[in-house]
T-cell receptor, first 115, second 116 residues
Framework: AQKITQTQPGMFVQEKEAVTLDCTYD???????LFWYKQPSSGEMIFLIY??????QNATEGRYSLNFQKARKSANLVISASQLGDSAMYFC????????????FGKGTSLLVTP | NAGVTQTPKFQVLKTGQSMTLQCAQD?????MSWYRQDPGMGLRLIHY???????DQGEVPNGYNVSRSTTEDFPLRLLSAAPSQTSVYFC???????????????FGSGTRLTVV
């Protein structure tokens, strides 16, 4: 069975500092996709970054980067130069070939950025 | 605006009532899915569809039905509402993809359902 684990229920980071949000996964599939989503207090789900299992380079999108370690089955999100607006819930998710390519989510990490 | 439209945004039901949560997308996406979000649980997959006429169960399908008669619409039906179905419901859609392409899911804005 596929499983996504986010071990940090809550994280604090000071403004302008970098923060790493952890995500590990368990799958026997060779082909899969990894996603990170942000959910601010307003409730919408905002796509941040994607990594395919065959991608050799770590994905980057602006201040977001994904530290992908395939052998360790981890896909940590790194946010550089944190901003107050980064305070939100962050979800790691995977897309598997079963379940019609729908997303399987971790339980999330609540990030609070302090001045 | 292109995207995923969910209606209603808020709903209060009495135990035993039935209702349909609507989800429509105008991006010609093949893949659609329904999730429920409960505190501390993340988003859990209820049902999904890989195209018109094709649906299947996700992780938590009990008490819910779906159909996909058109590419655009993917309604979620609560057959007999229970307090355990109090949750926030999200619909999402995605284009077909390959693993090297960056096709995430587009989410609707959610429906907050309370069953009393």
């Amino acid at each position: 069975a596929q499983k996504i684990t986010q071990t940090q229920p809550g994280m604090f980071v000071q403004e302008k500092e970098a923060v790493t949000l952890d995500c590990t996964y368990d799958t026997s599939d060779q082909s899969y996709g990894l996603f990170w989503y942000k959910q601010p207090s307003s409730g919408e789900m905002i796509f941040l970054i994607y990594q395919g299992s065959y991608d050799e380079q770590n994905a980057t999108e602006g201040r977001y980067s994904l530290n992908f370690q395939k052998a360790r089955k981890s896909a940590n999100l790194v946010i550089s130069a944190s901003q107050l607006g980064d305070s939100a819930m962050y979800f790691c998710a995977m897309r598997f070939s079963n379940s019609g390519y729908a997303l399987n989510f971790g339980k999330g990490t609540s990030l609070l950025v302090t001045p | 605006n292109a995207g995923v439209t969910q209606t209603p945004k808020f709903q209060v039901l009495k135990t035993g009532q039935s209702m349909t949560l609507q989800c429509a997308q105008d991006m010609n996406h093949e893949y659609m899915s329904w999730y429920r979000q409960d505190p501390g649980m993340g988003l859990r997959l209820i049902h999904y569809s890989v195209g018109a006429g094709i649906t299947d169960q996700g992780e938590v399908p009990n008490g819910y039905n779906v159909s996909r008669s058109t590419t655009e619409d993917f309604p979620l039906r609560l057959l007999s509402a229970a307090p355990s179905q109090t949750s926030v419901y999200f619909c999402a859609s995605s284009a077909s993809f390959t693993l090297s392409t960056n096709y995430g899911y587009t989410f609707g804005s959610g429906t907050r359902l309370t069953v009393v």
